[in-house]
């Protein structure tokens, strides 16, 4: 899954929000989506596993909850 679905708040990002149907340019749209904000994505979602192990979640409810947390902050804009 590409990480631009969790963690690209830019609406204009179609490819990790719409579904796609434009196959016949498929290369020259995910080169496009790859030099947009594509790497800032991957950075923050290893970023945000690196917190998670960090702060040794016990279950699934303790993720979530601790998600919840984290999309409250980044939301907020
Ligand atoms: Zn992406």
């Known amino acids: ?3 631009c679905l969790l963690f690209d708040n830019k609406k204009a990002n179609a490819l990790a929000s719409l579904p796609f ?3 016949k340019n498929l290369s020259t749209v995910v080169k496009r989506h790859l030099g947009d904000s594509h ?6 979602s290893e ?3 690196d917190v998670m192990k960090e702060q040794k979640i016990q279950s ?3 993720f ?3 998600l919840k947390r984290l999309l409250k902050k980044i ?3």
């Open 1 to 3: 899954m590409c990480p």
């Open 21 to 23: 149907h434009d196959w």
């Open 39 to 44: 790497n800032a994505s991957v950075a923050m």
């Open 47 to 49: 970023n945000f596993m």
């Open 60 to 62: 699934f409810t303790d």
């Open 64 to 66: 979530l909850i601790r």
């Open 75 to 77: 939301c907020t804009f």
